[in-house]
T-cell receptor, first 112, second 112 residues
């Protein structure tokens, strides 16, 4: 019962480096989301994908890009990492959002 | 002003106490209400889900929605040290395209 799987769990980047955060779900959910969580700020939506083939900006999309590779996978890319992107990143998915989202265990990213 | 307000805490209670966690909101269109529990260094997990007004009970947990006051609560009876976590409220309007709006979370610590 994997649910939502995120890789990697931890990452340290230097300013200017790029990386891709991977997310996969095995629940046949249509919608997928990327959030960042910072102390005192709560969960902030970066990008989401309502269905395979579509992506839309959330509250804080600057500095990020996403790809909905197929129904299962939704990746988040940082093209040129900045210290302000130091955060914990969560991927989530939902079938019918009325019943909530299922979250992954997170990626803890530090940009130095 | 945020759409959903939640006291960040921390809230410290002795084992066995009744805990009350609360959120207020401003959007009268919200119809679906959820509580998530997030342990340290883990992803949020759905704890309780309610639709519209009323109460819902699940073991030691009771979720309450008062739409007239735009106020939701989560009560934990006979609190245990294992309940120590951050609790996030979340809510959404009807419509499959609408997304969850999260509170920033309340940190709860149950002391032995």
């Amino acid at each position: 019962n994997a649910g939502v799987t995120q890789t990697p769990k931890f990452q340290v980047l230097k300013t200017g480096q790029s990386m891709t955060l991977q997310c996969a779900q095995d629940m046949n959910h249509n919608s997928m989301y990327w959030y960042r969580q910072d102390p005192g700020m709560g969960l902030r939506l970066i990008y989401y994908s309502a269905s395979e083939g579509t992506t839309d900006k959330g509250e804080v999309p600057n500095g990020y890009n996403v790809s909905r590779l197929n129904k299962r996978e939704f990746s988040l890319r940082l093209e040129s990492a900045a210290p302000s992107q130091t955060s914990v990143y969560f991927c989530a998915s939902s079938g019918t959002a009325n019943y909530g989202y299922t979250f992954g265990s997170g990626t803890r990213l530090t940009v130095v | 002003q945020k759409e959903v307000e939640q006291d960040p805490g921390p809230l410290s209670v002795p084992e066995g106490a009744i805990v009350s966690l609360n959120c207020t909101y401003s959007n009268s269109a919200f119809q679906y209400f959820m509580w998530y529990r997030q342990y340290s260094r883990k992803g949020p997990e759905l704890l309780m889900y309610t639709y519209s007004s009323g109460n819902k009970e699940d073991g030691r947990f009771t979720a309450q929605v008062d739409k007239s006051s735009k106020y939701i609560s989560l009560f934990i009876r006979d609190s245990q040290p294992s309940d120590s976590a951050t609790y996030l409220c979340a809510m959404k309007p009807t419509g499959t395209a609408s997304k969850l709006t999260f509170g920033t979370g309340t940190r709860l610590q149950v002391m032995l």
